[in-house]
């Protein structure tokens, strides 16, 4: 657990820090590209951070990738080793709390799926009520709507 929260959300909270760093430094260094008045040896600076800052974001999403290759390749044994770690008290009370969880899925999925069918019937009813007046409104065949249009002059 000390993997997953201390270090998790310390590595996120470090990774805000040095986006917020990383943002102000990028926008100052465009901010002298932009201006006109800026020395030549200003905007090499500014081209060299802008360049540096697009670089650290580039390996920084390449790390996360591989982080996140590693927990989808080797998590399954990460978290059994966790399993075995623990007491059997502490096994049994977790396969409990596993059949708990499982069992709540499938309670909400039943229900979902029984709201899914009411839903459809429903439509299908309304859909059926619409055809049954369109019917009944339509007229008949052109004669009888040239009938109506002359009624109407």
Known sequence: M?????????DFLLHL????????AYDGAWSK???TATTNADLAVANRIIGSVEQDVTLDMAGAAMAT???????DNWMWAQYENLTP???????????ETLAAWDEKAAEEAAEDEEAAADMEEAE???EEVADEEMPADEEDVDAEAEEEI
Do not use: C, N, P
């Open 2 to 10: 000390v993997w997953i929260y201390g270090v998790g959300m310390g």
């Open 17 to 24: 820090v040095l986006d917020v760093i990383r943002f102000l």
């Open 33 to 35: 590209v932009k201006d």
């Open 69 to 75: 290759l590693v927990w989808l390749l080797h998590g």
């Open 89 to 99: 008290e502490d096994q049994d009370a977790y396969m409990e709390m596993v059949d």
């Open 128 to 130: 059926e009520e619409m």
